[in-house]
């Protein structure tokens, strides 16, 4: 399922893009809508082929979502795509009461998610969209961690009735999953299953450092069970109940603020069901700044090492709390 790390490099942008060719070429009635932001999410593909089925609303991303809630309206499947700190914040009225509300079959893409966008500047780095966007009732919340997964994620939202939000990245980034990967709306998968001192619960680009970090966290005698949890809502919440009474201590890895994403939502589920050690490898909750993605991710503790760091003190708490 893993694929050679670092042996392709795609843009999960790019991905997403491609998908949406696909299924319109392959019948779906589908309408794209961006808001001047057709290249830079991969739409630009869908204008040049099917110049009809897409339109742009131009800088504007309130306007952009009462088109997609209109269109849906009239049984359109509709992708509506730009800037997740956008459309979760600058949007956020019209994607709440105007889609969630009503459950209209519009599929958010929401890209430049988390430190991809570090370069535009403080203002365009969204740490805080999945945690807004889970709050909302009717809304599924997916978080794809490479191109393979995008692309799979994209055809499964199509298929899903009713609002769906797909957090992306902008550079290129490594292919993690080769052809045998699937995907399915809240059900997680698990990619390492031979570990039950801990698990590691981790969605989007930062799966890479996980996938990196297991094999130094065998070296000091820690066997672990990797989880990728893609879905943060519907939460996949038999996987993590199960892996919770495997292992007795969890990680949590994701690249957003440690308040609100997916360390958040495993607490709270496991807070009221199977209370165990929790340990959470996120973006502090402060205002980070801006500068390269990379760079952003060692400034703000979002490394392998910090993977190692966590799962070390989870371990001594679960020692501790025996």
Not at 195 to 205: E, F, K, P, R, S
Not at 233 to 239: C, W, Y
Not at 256 to 261: K, L
Not at 264 to 274: D, H, I, P, T
Request: glycine fraction near 8%; proline fraction near 4%; charge should be negative.
């Amino acid at each position: 399922m893993i694929a050679p790390i670092l042996d392709e490099m795609i843009s999960t942008r790019k991905a997403f893009g491609d998908a949406l060719l696909n299924l319109v070429q392959e019948g779906y009635d589908i309408i794209g809508i961006s808001a001047d932001t057709s290249k830079s999410m991969g739409m630009d593909l869908l204008a040049k082929e099917f110049p009809e089925r897409w339109v742009d609303t131009g800088v504007a991303e309130q306007n952009m979502l009462l088109v997609a809630a209109g269109l849906a309206s009239t049984g359109k499947i509709v992708f509506a795509a730009s800037y997740s700190v956008f459309t979760s914040m600058r949007a956020l009225e019209q994607l709440r009461t105007f889609i969630a509300y009503p459950k209209l079959n519009v599929k958010v893409v929401a890209g430049l998610g988390g430190f991809s966008a570090g370069i535009e500047g403080v203002t365009h780095v969204a740490m805080e969209d999945l945690g807004i966007v889970r709050s909302i009732p009717n809304i599924s919340l997916i978080v794809p961690s490479d191109a393979i997964a995008t692309q799979l994620a994209t055809r499964a939202a199509a298929k899903w009735n009713g609002p769906v939000y797909m957090r992306i990245g902008r550079d290129a980034s490594p292919v993690l999953f080769n052809d045998k990967y699937t995907f399915e709306i809240g059900k997680a998968n698990i990619l390492k299953t031979d570990g039950n001192d801990l698990a590691i619960l981790v969605n989007g680009l930062l799966l890479y450092e996980a996938i990196k970090a297991m094999p130094l966290l065998e070296n000091e005698g820690i066997e672990a069970t990797l989880i990728e949890v893609h879905t943060l809502k519907p939460l996949d919440d038999a996987t993590i109940l199960n892996s919770a009474k495997d292992c007795g201590a969890i990680v949590t890895v994701e690249e957003h603020n440690i308040i609100g994403g997916l360390g958040s939502a495993v607490a709270e589920f496991l807070g009221r069901n199977y209370p165990i050690p929790i340990e959470m490898v996120a973006s502090p909750d402060i205002f980070t700044e801006s500068d390269t993605p990379e760079n952003l991710k060692l400034n703000y503790g979002l490394t392998t090492e910090s993977i190692l760091q966590a799962a070390r003190r989870a371990m001594r708490r679960k020692k501790t709390e025996k």
